[in-house]
């Protein structure tokens, strides 16, 4: 199973950057996908989750500006972020819960795709 993101680059504050995550490989059936983000010397935090059946909890601080979806059949997963803030930052991981066959279920992560937001 791969988890291939993109959609990052550089973008003043106040701009709009929309990421992309496609799950391809060997997979019965995926479930919570989600986005989380990572800057240097700090821990991987979440930034949003979406359930199959399109359920989404966000962190408090992108709350309002970020929308998490979902298409499932393709496989696929969104992150429209809007607004930007310096501290949107980081490295962004698209994370999958992953379905193998009925008795095997596992987590994968995706590359990072870079988020830059200059002042």
């Known amino acids: 199973v791969q988890l291939q993101a993109s959609g990052g680059g550089l973008v003043q504050a106040g701009g709009s950057l929309r990421l992309s995550c496609a799950a391809s490989g060997s997979i019965f059936r995926l479930d919570d996908m989600g986005w989380y983000r990572q800057v240097p010397g700090k821990q991987r935090e979440l930034v949003a989750r979406?359930?199959?059946?399109?359920?989404?909890n966000y962190a408090d601080s992108v709350k309002g500006r970020f929308t998490i979806s979902r298409d499932n059949a393709k496989n696929t997963i969104y992150l429209q972020m809007t607004s930007l803030k310096p501290q949107d930052t980081g490295a962004y991981y698209c994370n999958a819960d992953v379905i193998l066959d009925p008795w095997t279920q596992r987590a994968f992560w995706g590359q990072g795709t870079l988020v830059t937001v200059s002042s």
């Open positions: 979406v359930s199959r059946s399109g359920s989404t």
